[in-house]
């Protein structure tokens, strides 16, 4: 059972009304649910790139979409998505699709601080990075860059955290402890090297001229 209250319902999630009718009875069936985020996904993107075609990437995207609302909530493995191709091929795109389905959904670009970043995981946030191209090539820059890296690749397992050290207004250090767990999604010219590569599903996108 997962407690949400006004204080702590992120932006992108039910609103109260909602639960309160899902907790009064009140269903969808799950058919009805992934059909209508397929055919949101089908009129947004085209993804006929994708091994098999449009209908399997519209498939794995929906359930990947759908996926996130009880990966972290449920403490189950997060999984990864990126998306890699040229220049105008709709990388931005398919993560502000993606961004509009998945649970808390927070679209940031890479250059966010590492600071704003932890505090959109301990939130519950499904974060979506767009032009992950560092990332993606694995050259991290510095101490930051490391960070940056293990804060975005290590939340797959659940348990997973992030410590640092605090001052206390006493003027002692304390250890504070940010989760990290939960499902992610990339956007990328590159193509994601050997430990993205191992945890996301890649996506390939190209430009059309269909408009």
Known sequence: EILLTPGNLPERCPSLATLRRFAGGD???GSVVF???QRFVRHFLDLGAFPGGQDAAELVLTAWCLSTWWQRPARLVASYVQ???PKGSGKSRALAVAVEAVLAGELVLSSTS???LRDLCAAGACLLLDE???LAHGRPQGETGQDRRGLLLGGTRPGTSWALKEATPDGRWE???IPIHGPR???SIAIPEAV???RALRILMVRTADP
């Open 83 to 85: 998306f890699t191709g």
């Open 132 to 134: 992950a191209e560092d």
């Open 35 to 37: 059909g209508r985020v």
């Open 114 to 116: 590492n600071a704003a």
């Open 175 to 177: 250890t504070r402890r």
């Open 185 to 187: 999604g990339f956007a």
């Open 196 to 198: 993205l590569g191992s």
């Open 27 to 29: 269903r969808v069936p």
